[in-house]
């Protein structure tokens, strides 16, 4: 549950600690060695969020959901005003002040021109037929144009459009700044923002709404006072598909990437059944999988208190209730075992079922509040909290630094520390070893991998292609919209309705299939063993040992420990971040080398267009096939070569500089920093008795 009183305390004090003892610092003279210092002590504060993505299409019951597991009944919207699509909402804790706020971020208003400008290219007579037609970039901007303008932007002109007057209740839009919100309770933000998130479905008006500013929204963060499961938890309500508008896209990739955990929201009477769902794991599983860093997939099945047989609110309806969750659970785990393409990216305890009711947890009628199963998910985000171990690992930071304070104190022997510091530096290179020889073998592995990889595409790209070019069961007609919609946009179009086109990624199929097992081994989104079969992990300066050896400087070895610790934690970050650009250049690199061929088949109008537009792609794959995929794989490999050399030189060169100022630098502290040493000495020991 919520982190104790005792833990609060324990951080609070000891940051006050660590904030007089930089005051001081800051007194004394700007020497290297307390220069070092104040950088380490600033360094102290980190705050990484774990962000979980929510899914699900609407109606599904995503925001009831997240009111619940937030115990915020009436924070986000819901009910009869549909919500929007294409607004991504993040949910975090209020750490500033006790006020319910929402940020609004909007998107720039020369994307807003382009959307307005885009409605131009369809002359009267197309516009009219394809509002009965199948053209989602047309309907996707005249719903966008109603819901902002009403009727009156079928009579205005694109400046006539953007005149200040529309803005009036937004001028931060036009003046590309966030807008605000700020209420003192979560029922009066929720009334204000809803214009910003929601949608009225008939577009006329509610609640005295006439004009909703969901189309120039990018993404709104709510931000919650007093919310424990929110302290490092973001929840982000996403759209399962992207976005066709360009900035809100990359806001939704960078989004999805980054989170450790995905709920992918449906209703339980169809939730095996369900394809939308199905889709939506499977549009993003890359992204998520070795692009990202989620561990943690979570298939939750909301309005799990309704059911057919009975109305009677007995103790037999919710055996009934229970008896169905149970098949529902056992039916979806069987389709999930199906994916075999999916589960490459994950490991194999990833995937948990959750039957919910939002509503039973808040009534109680039929279900006891365990079996409504929002205390498990509940449960789930405090232990996303806890496993940063904030203030553990303050804590730890903050006593390594007082140790090298106090160590300082002692009178130095010249040359007396070279016997230890040699040991340490020998202990380094030894470790690293390991380290050094699981990245080479990594090397190796992919390099034979993407080499197999590279001859499986040239051989079928051209027949993935062709399908892709000849699709069964669409006319010509229907097709040449959404292929100039392809090469318009870089290779990629997304339907509003249905999955998104992705021709690079089909491209670079064979390329990711060859590498995808390999690449979840080598960097596993669980973050117990670490990548590089956890070699890194195991580094040791072997200080613990060493400290019986050397106990005039144990302090400065405590010191190192923490160090060492550290820049695991940091590494381990960095190289989070650096695979998703690994395994993404793949894709990235063939979109880049197919980037002139969509700007000329783009070009094409008139008779005879889509017969160009499919030339102009078969003849540009054709000739490309010997090296692009070549391409390709030497880009991936370059970059894992780049990280390697990253890896192996932070450690040396971090490690190296504090080894010299602990051990080889002859400055002496002025500062006696015993008894905050003792004190939080003590706050550590009793923070590591209790994790055990």
């Known amino acids: 549950m919520p982190k104790s009183f005792p833990e609060m ?3 609070s004090e000891v940051k006050n600690v660590m904030t007089h003892v930089l005051a001081k610092l800051r007194s004394q003279d700007n020497t290297k060695f307390n220069d070092f210092l104040r950088k380490k002590i600033r360094d102290l504060e980190t705050d990484k969020r774990e962000l979980v993505g929510v899914f699900g299409k609407t109606g599904a019951g995503k925001t009831s959901l997240i009111n619940a597991v937030i115990e915020e009944r009436t924070l986000l919207p819901s009910g009869d005003i549909a919500a929007c699509t294409s607004v991504m909402i993040k949910v975090e804790a209020n750490m500033s002040n006790t006020n319910y706020e929402a940020h609004i971020e909007f998107i720039t208003k020369e994307e807003w021109k382009d959307e ?6 369809y002359d009267e007579e197309t516009a009219e037929q394809k509002k009965h037609d199948d053209d989602d970039d047309y309907q996707d901007v005249a719903e966008k144009l109603s819901a902002f303008y009403g009727e009156e932007w079928k009579q205005k002109s694109c400046e006539q459009l953007m005149d200040t007057r529309y803005f009036r209740e937004i001028p931060e839009f036009l003046q590309s700044t966030r807008k605000i919100l700020s209420c003192e309770t979560a029922k009066q933000l929720s009334a204000r923002m809803i214009k910003y998130t929601r949608t009225d479905s008939n577009q006329g008006t509610c609640n005295g709404i006439k004009r909703w500013y969901w189309p120039l929204v990018k993404c709104v963060t709510v931000r919650v006072p007093h919310n424990s499961f929110l302290q490092h938890v973001t929840l982000v309500d996403l759209p399962g598909n992207g976005d066709r508008n360009k900035s809100r896209d990359a806001m939704w990739k960078g989004i999805v990437g980054q ?3 995905v709920w992918i929201v449906t209703e339980i009477n169809r939730a095996a059944a369900d394809k939308e769902s199905w889709e939506i ?12 860093e989620c561990s943690s997939i979570h298939l939750i099945c909301t309005k799990s208190d309704m059911i057919e047989e009975s109305t009677d609110h007995s103790a037999d309806v919710q055996a009934l209730i229970l008896g169905r969750n149970m098949k529902a659970k056992e039916a979806v785990r069987k389709e999930y075992n199906k994916l075999n393409k999916i589960k490459k990216h994950f490991g194999g305890d990833c995937f948990q079922v959750f039957t919910v009711s939002s509503k039973e947890y808040l009534k109680h009628k039929v279900l006891s509040l365990e079996n409504t199963e929002i205390p498990k998910l509940q449960d789930f985000l405090q232990n996303l909290n ?10 730890s930071g903050a006593r390594g630094i007082l140790s090298l304070i106090q160590g300082a104190n002692f009178t130095k022997v010249p040359g007396k520390n070279k016997d230890v510091c040699k040991e340490l530096e020998r202990n380094m290179a030894l470790h690293l ?22 001859e499986k595409s040239k051989k079928s790209c051209e027949k993935i292609l062709h399908n892709f070019l000849f699709p069964r069961g669409k006319s010509g007609s229907k097709f040449h919209r959404t292929l100039n919609s392809v090469v318009k946009k870089g290779g990629v179009h997304k339907p509003k309705k249905r999955k998104e086109i992705n021709l690079n990624r089909k491209l670079t199929s064979f390329l990711t299939d060859s590498i995808d097992e390999e690449f979840r081994k080598t960097f596993p989104n669980e973050r117990k063993g670490g990548p590089f079969n956890g070699t890194l992990s195991k580094f040791s300066l072997g200080t613990e040992s060493l400290k019986q050896k050397y106990k005039d400087v144990q302090l400065q070895l405590t010191f190192l420990k923490t160090e060492e610790d550290k820049i695991k934690v940091k590494l381990n970050a960095r190289i989070r971040d650096q695979k998703k650009i690994i395994y993404n250049s793949l894709t990235q690199t063939i979109e880049e080398l197919m980037e002139e061929c969509y700007k000329t088949a783009a070009g094409f109008s008139g008779p005879g267009m889509l017969e160009k537009m499919r030339e102009t792609l078969k003849k540009h794959v054709h000739e490309s096939k010997d090296t692009m995929f070549v391409k390709a794989k030497d880009v991936m490999m370059n970059h894992l070569l780049s990280l390697r050399v990253e890896i192996l030189e932070t450690v ?8 010299d100022l602990s051990l ?5 502290s002025v500062l006696d920093v015993s008894t905050e040493l003792a004190m939080v000495q003590k706050f550590h020991n009793d923070l590591v008795n209790s994790s055990h």
């Not at 080889?664 to 002496?668: A, E, L």
Request: proline share 1%; with cysteine; net charge neutral.
């Open 652 to 659: 040396m060169d971090t490690l190296k500089t504090s080894i």
């Open 386 to 395: 806890d496993r940063h171990s904030e203030t553990l690992n303050y804590v």
């Open 116 to 121: 307005l400008w885009s409605i131009n290219q």
């Open 9 to 11: 305390r324990i951080l």
């Open 664 to 668: 080889r630098t002859d400055s002496c």
């Open 281 to 292: 794991l499977k549009s993003i599983s890359s992204l998520i999988g070795n692009g990202g």
């Open 433 to 454: 070893l390991p380290v050094e020889k699981a990245m080479g073998d990594t090397w190796r592995v992919f390099e034979k991998c993407l080499s197999e990889g590279v």
């Open 259 to 261: 989170c450790s955990t």
